[in-house]
DNA sequence: CGAGAGATTGACGGACGTCAAGTTATGTGG
DNA sequence: CCACATAACTTGACGTCCGTCAATCTCTCG
């Protein structure tokens, strides 16, 4: 389906005039005809939880913005065991340029709504702008970062760091992003405890234990399994296992 | 030091007319004119084992190309706990494009030898020439493959499973590169075995058991500590956990 | 030869996985 | 409205893989 668009109103599709990847996300490198262009192709789309957005070794052919949800990305051997290697927000691109299969697999964790174009659609006009180039690597460059983040936390914390990392992270990336320096956070766990253990190289009984002993501790409460308080974002912090700071000056 | 170089031999810079990163590396992406350019503020260096390169939160005022040698990044913990976040082998590109300080601890793992230049001298380049861009994007998407994998790795694999994955990739990253499908390979480790455990969240010890158990089982042999000979590929590939194969068609 | 770093091997313990039972939340149909 | 089913979660008991600690061995280099 394309979306019907009234290009006389600002010289922008109607689609893309309320749409928050068009600041900041890939979009926003894309000049006015370019993005006409890409939005006569492109489509809107309501997914729910559970549903796989791309198969491990599946042919790719279209690339989409994440405009609302949580995706995630997983990577799977042959006896069951399973890894999430990456989470996707809004408005975070979402697709592996320059292979043609994909190695991973793309599932929508929530309940998601996605703008997808053609493979080709986004080829041709990346090879006509640089700018577009230019973001998705930034993006990636970005995602390399958290990657190795994640390695840290899978290889060397324990599984009590692990499951306040997330935390830490979960709450960066909702509603707390509207004031970063919040000391206080609430939200709801995009994840099931199944997805937090795979995605923290844990089972899920450990994940359970762990959360029942934060909540014990007083650095979160947790109402109907999902929603997640965090009255002090420092004592969490703490529980991580902090980054190594700059080495003191004299030895 | 700046080399000396004769521009009329052939147009290129002497410094670059051997250098394998103009092929592979991003340098290929450079037309005569910037590669000129860039070689009169370019230099080389020979590094020798265990010297650091770029310091966690020091200010990143040069790139640089992997020549030879292996270089080591490295994240840490507060207290000490310390994960190696990736290898880097000729002719990659190291130093993070667009941020003025590293998150990330660089450095020899093996004698390295390097072609560096000025933060500046790149990035002015890179706005004037997106297929400068697009090597890096590429090479980035890679690394982020190879990031995702070792979340696998790290998250999912026993400890034999991660020394079995780690002996391939090196296998696969050295002299066997000669013949990919090669059915064995012989070459030397460019870690110490406290490295390997950084890079497969282990100890030492553990890291130590698991190759005199892979020594034991005839699937590798071992002389002088570093030197390591894999007779079949297939039997260690099969010690790595494999990969989730397609499904069976029909349920 | 002696010193020191790296590597190996063993004994032991603890963190986390496994297995299993029980609880809560949500929906479904009578 | 209640009985039932199902999936997600929690909690406990127990076992094991791997970390910790320590002794010994092997190289390399001065």
Not at 18 to 35: I, Q, T, Y
Not at 102 to 130: G, H, Q, W, Y
Not at 141 to 158: F, H, I, Q, S
Not at 160 to 183: G, H, Q, W, Y
Request: proline fraction near 4%.
């Amino acid at each position: 389906m394309t979306v019907r668009q009234d290009i006389h109103s600002s010289g922008l599709p109607i689609l893309c005039q309320s749409c928050e990847a068009r600041h900041r996300g890939v979009c926003g490198a894309l000049d006015p005809d370019h993005l006409v262009g890409l939005a006569k192709v492109s489509s809107r789309h309501q997914i729910e939880a559970g549903v796989e957005l791309i198969g491990d070794a599946e042919a790719i052919d279209s690339y989409s913005n994440v405009l609302s949800g949580v995706v995630k990305l997983t990577k799977s051997l042959s006896d069951g065991r399973q890894q999430i290697v990456g989470l996707q927000f809004a408005p975070d691109f979402l697709g592996r340029p320059f292979k043609v299969e994909s190695e991973i697999n793309a599932e929508a964790a929530t309940a998601v709504s996605l703008c997808s174009f053609p493979k080709a659609a986004i080829e041709r006009i990346m090879k006509e702008s640089p700018e577009l180039e230019h973001r998705l690597l930034k993006q990636t460059l970005n995602e390399l970062d958290e990657a190795r983040d994640w390695m840290v936390t899978l290889g060397r914390k324990t599984a009590s760091e692990k499951v306040a990392s997330f935390l830490l992270m979960i709450a960066r990336n909702t509603d707390s992003s509207i004031d970063p320096a919040a000391r206080s956070a609430s939200f709801d766990l995009p994840l099931t405890r199944a997805d937090i253990s795979d995605f923290l190289g844990l089972t899920n009984e450990t994940v359970s234990r762990q959360l029942t002993r934060l909540r014990a501790d007083g650095v979160i409460r947790i109402e109907n399994k999902r929603h997640v308080t965090v009255d002090s974002m420092n004592r969490l912090e703490q529980r991580c296992g902090g980054r190594r700071a700059r080495q003191p000056p004299f030895e």
